[in-house]
């Protein structure tokens, strides 16, 4: 019942923010690019699995969109989206192919070489990237209409809450079908779940397409959003932010990982202002205290809510 | 590519290796015991690397060999069994038993945490105390003139610790001990063995395992934010070539990543950060174990 709307209430309340409070726009378009990158991540957290180097995904999308922008100037906002998400399924479906042989460990830590491996090469390659400078892209028309800034950033904001509803439900029928529901038990007992016929690789495998589309997607609104993509976006630090909001947010419920990304913007909005150079820190330290005190995250008061709700009505 | 360079390579590698090695082993060791991937273990180079220069500034100059070797050792162990005791006791004891990715995350917050506490301590800009290596001089190896530090204590340091460990875990009370929890810790327990404190003692030796690691090579480089993770990953590679608790598996993987670092830096400048990364890569593919893992039956 709460669970089921509160997507809209995020969307919702993030316009209303952003249209009243101009400054707040920015922040506010981050923080959900985040949680899209987040519930890529939440995504195969259920599965029992964790990537500490999802970041590359969004990173390859974002010089994906960049690239896209410069070769073809009139190319549409919601087209440089497409282009990040399809970069993010076409990465995801040939990394997959690796990394749906491990598990646990390995796979965290095969995730984030290749995280590495992708960072170090794009600070390489100069003439190609930029170097750790980074590339720009020019704002480009939203709709067929091009726009000063405070325009492009209200459209921006507009298209970003309207996307967190429809991925939202997206995701909670992707959760629902059988693939989703394979997926979270391969957390269970993987072995089992192969007694039943189902291929565990496979589950995975598309499991993972879906996490890095959705961090791709997450990479074409970061660079629409900054204008300018580095290669700090796949800098396993991103990762592990990711990792952190999914989380903080929690797993059982898509509209978790918006929940926790909304926590982690207003966190940094005040760490930012208070604590300067101890980012991680504050970080480190939250990740701890959930661990031990909330290991279902936020989304998980919504839920027992809902159970309330649902006992109080039968 | 002439032969001093061939030389120049093969020595960089053996250095590379030696380094490698020791802070992969403390990795593998506490794994074996705990069954825990310790993320925050790049950290423990990092911090190992920082105790040694601070304790060489105050008790070395670059004169007395002894004095340099001893301050380096002393930082690494003082650090080294710091650390070890608080975050065995405080955090890996608590979350034995909790859901994996949990476990990797909670050492991942530690890693986090531990980095900005480094720049908070030691700052920014690098650091760099070169007593041990300024004290020992160097050396003409076959036309090659390299640091006596490098091309001798480096690798004495970690046959020694290799043949050390070797033989303790087969000879000793306390290494069959280790062993008999690594290979099952509920029958261990059954046994009769204190499992607790065996691992607090694994947890402290593999800690000390990654501060020597930095300790030793901090005087051959300088101490900068982010060499943590840098190690962090290259010693997982090292691990995860070689299969989990495998020791000698352990001692050819960080040949196999060192040399292959050491020879792409002469022969293929442009991926040489690439190179351990792209080792790793294929013998997992190949064998998704690691190259020495023993087969474990799957438990339903």
């Not at chain 1, 909330?294 to 809902?306: N, Q, T």
């Amino acid at each position: 019942m709460f669970s089921r709307y509160t997507s809209w209430a995020i969307a919702l309340l993030t316009m209303a923010l952003g249209l009243a409070l101009p400054w707040l726009k920015t922040p506010l378009i981050i923080g959900l690019s985040y949680g899209f990158a987040a519930l890529g991540v939440a995504l195969l957290i259920r599965a029992g699995q964790v990537s500490f180097g999802h970041a590359g995904f969004t990173c390859v999308a974002g010089y994906a969109v960049v690239v896209v922008g410069r070769l073809w100037p009139q190319a549409d906002a919601l087209l440089l989206l497409a282009v990040g998400a399809v970069t993010g399924l076409i990465g995801g479906a040939i990394v997959g192919l690796f990394m749906m042989r491990y598990r646990g460990i390995f796979f965290g830590m095969l995730n984030l070489a290749l995280s590495m491996v992708l960072f170090a090469a794009l600070g390489k390659f100069y003439n190609l990237t930029g170097g750790t400078d980074g590339v720009r892209l020019e704002r480009p028309p939203i709709l067929g209409q091009a726009l000063e800034r405070a325009h492009y950033e209200s459209w921006l904001l507009v298209i970003s809450a309207v996307a967190v509803v429809m991925i939202c439900t997206l995701m909670r029928r992707f959760y629902a079908s059988p693939t989703g529901v394979a997926l979270s038990a391969l957390k269970t007992n993987e072995v089992r779940l192969e007694y039943l016929g189902i291929s565990a690789r496979s589950v995975f495998y598309r499991g993972y397409i879906v996490s890095a589309t959705l961090c791709g997607f997450s990479g074409g609104m970061f660079a629409l959003i900054q204008g300018l993509v580095t290669p700090e976006l796949g800098y396993w630090v991103r990762s592990g932010e990711y990792v952190f909001i999914a989380v903080l947010g929690g797993t059982l419920h898509p509209v978790g990982a918006f929940m926790g990304a909304m926590a982690f913007e207003f966190l940094k909005l005040f760490a930012a202002s208070a604590l300067t150079g101890a980012w991680q820190m504050v970080i480190g330290t939250v990740l701890l205290l959930l661990i031990f005190l909330a290991p279902s995250g936020l989304v998980a008061w919504l839920l027992r809510l809902d159970r309330q709700f649902m006992k109080r009505t039968v | 590519m002439n032969a001093s360079m061939w030389v120049l390579a093969l020595l960089d590698g053996t250095t590379q290796a030696a380094l490698l090695f020791l802070v992969a082993l403390g990795l593998s060791l506490i794994f074996g015991v705990m069954r825990i991937l310790n993320v925050a273990h790049g950290s423990f180079y990092a911090f190992g690397g920082y105790a040694a220069a601070t304790v060489s500034a105050w008790l070395a100059n670059g004169e007395s060999v002894p004095m340099s070797v001893l301050a380096l050792l002393m930082g690494a162990l003082l650090m080294g069994v710091v650390l070890g005791l608080i975050l065995e006791i405080g955090l890996v004891r608590r979350i034995l038993t909790i859901d994996p990715v949990m476990q990797l995350l909670a050492t991942f917050a530690v890693f986090m945490i531990m980095e900005d506490l480094q720049r908070m301590i030691w700052g920014a800009s690098p650091v760099s105390v070169t007593h041990a290596v300024d004290a020992m001089g160097t050396l003409n190896v076959v036309g090659v003139t390299y640091t006596a530090y490098q091309v001798i204590l480096l690798p004495l340091a970690a046959i020694s610790v290799f043949i050390a460990l070797r033989w303790s875990l087969s000879h000793t009370r306390f290494g069959r001990q280790v062993m008999a929890v690594t290979h099952h810790r509920e029958v261990a327990s059954a046994m009769g063995i204190n499992a607790k404190q065996v691992g607090l003692l694994t947890f402290c030796v593999g800690a000390v395992m990654g501060t020597l690691g930095g300790a030793l090579a901090s005087p051959t480089t300088s101490l900068v934010p982010g060499i943590g993770g840098d190690m962090m990953v290259l010693s997982f590679a090292v691990v995860a070539v070689a299969g989990l608790g495998q020791i000698t598996g352990t001692a050819v993987a960080a040949v196999l990543i060192g040399m292959g670092k050491a020879f792409a830096v002469y022969l293929l400048p442009e991926l040489d950060v690439l190179v351990p990364y792209l080792m790793m890569l294929l013998v997992l593919l190949w064998r998704p174990q690691g190259l020495f893992a023993v087969d474990e039956a799957r438990r339903v």
